[in-house]
């Protein structure tokens, strides 16, 4: 298919709240609205997605679908609805692929951590899990990974073959960059309002189990229990930005066991201005995930100028370069030791915050969007 002819891609956009995938498809979205004037574009989602996606160009329009990717009916009626809409190809941004989906498709793929980590889901389920991700995967005309450690997993674990697959990197949320450094009153209001006045260490992101959080929390009452008389960080405390604590009980126990339930802090979720001066505000980023599909937020918080302690598995280290500390997750004295030199070290952090930065640099949505938009031409003009 030449390139000068109009593809109508449609983009299925009904996740646009969630954390994580929410912000790749409001900032995919908006990035391919800045380099593509030629192409339609339909975003689906259901009504009240749709104030989400305001503010894009005339060659972007929404389209209503009331109906989430979790409903067993999904399988029939979402692509009976796409077939409506007549794409030449459809975007399936997180891999939920309905067993009947329409082709041309190009799903991404984010992570497994929901083949291989989740806890209390019966053998059949997963089975079932497995077979409908990779099934959705292979009728895929082209796979998207958001890393190569991604990309290796699709194709070892899940037997994806190699020509389909493209890697395009996220990105961190513009916002984070943009900013250079919050405006000191505003950070002290913010900090006010939580009464925060003590330095601390600083963890985003959700909370299931591959997220190593216990480990997190006990690795911080080691350190803590190191800094009794330091003149800085003898009152040092951990907050932790995502998810509700309440489902987590393995999280609650190493709290308790820890003796640390004063001095750590559980904040749910938070608006984008609040986590944006957390990130400029804690002494650290710690992020010790044991799988990571591809890890934004040790990103953002270098983009927002923050030394980052995270793990050496996965696509971590793909991610951050040489701009953290990597320790090992298995190990909470390892990333014991791993916080206090980005405490302690007044050199490394310098060049932790240095790197950081330029680390961040490296990864934008409009890079993403000229890959993505490629990879659109090869799957509606690649024949059947």
């Known amino acids: 298919m030449p390139h000068h002819m109009s593809l109508h891609i449609v983009i299925d956009a ?14 995919l979205a908006h990035a391919l609205a800045a380099i593509d004037p030629v192409n339609q574009y339909t975003l689906v989602s259901g009504p009240a997605e749709v104030p989400l996606l305001a503010g894009l160009p005339e060659n972007f329009r929404s389209a209503i679908y009331a109906r989430d990717d979790h409903s067993y009916l999904d399988h029939v009626a979402f692509p009976i609805f796409l077939r409506g809409l007549l794409p030449d190809l459809v975007h ?24 291989f980590y989740e806890e209390g889901i019966s053998p059949l389920r997963m089975h079932l899990r497995r077979y409908r991700f990779r099934r959705g995967l292979l009728r895929a005309k082209r796979v998207i990974a958001v890393s190569e450690a991604t990309r290796r997993d699709a194709e ?21 960059v943009a900013h250079g450094g919050a405006d000191q009153q505003e950070q002290r209001r913010i900090m006010e309002r939580y009464q925060i006045d003590y330095p601390f260490l600083l963890y985003a992101g959700n909370i299931r189990s591959h997220k190593n959080v216990p480990r997190l929390v006990e690795a911080f009452a080691v350190v ?14 951990l907050v932790i930005i995502g998810d509700t604590i309440s489902q987590y009980p393995a999280v609650r126990q190493s709290v308790i066991k820890s003796r640390v339930e004063h001095l750590v802090r559980f904040l ?28 934004l937020p040790p990103l953002e918080a270098m983009a927002c100028g923050t030394p980052v302690v995270t793990s050496n598995v996965s696509s971590l280290p793909e991610v951050a370069g040489d701009a953290a500390v990597l320790v090992n997750p298995e190990n909470v004295f390892d990333i014991a030791r791993g916080i206090k030199e980005a405490l302690l070290d007044e050199t490394l952090r310098a060049e932790l915050i240095r790197r950081g930065r330029a680390q961040a640099a490296k990864f934008s949505w409009e890079k993403a969007a000229r890959q993505v938009l490629e990879i659109y031409r090869e799957a509606a003009g690649d024949g059947d």
Not at 92 to 115: E, F, K, Q
Not at 157 to 172: E, K, W
């Open 14 to 27: 009904r996740r646009i709240r969630d954390f994580g995938i929410g912000t790749y498809i409001r900032s």
């Open 92 to 115: 399936i941004p997180l891999n939920r692929v309905p067993l009947l989906m329409i082709r041309p498709y190009v799903v991404t793929i984010h992570d497994m951590a929901n083949l």
């Open 156 to 176: 070892t674990r899940l037997g994806v073959p190699s020509h389909s697959i493209r890697t395009v990197y996220n990105a961190p949320d513009p916002a984070f």
């Open 224 to 237: 803590r229990g190191q800094f009794a008389a330091h003149p800085l960080y003898k009152d040092l405390r």
């Open 268 to 295: 749910g979720f938070v608006p984008f201005e609040t986590l944006r001066c957390f990130y400029e505000s804690a002494a650290a980023f710690v992020f010790p995930s044991r799988y990571e599909g591809f890890g």
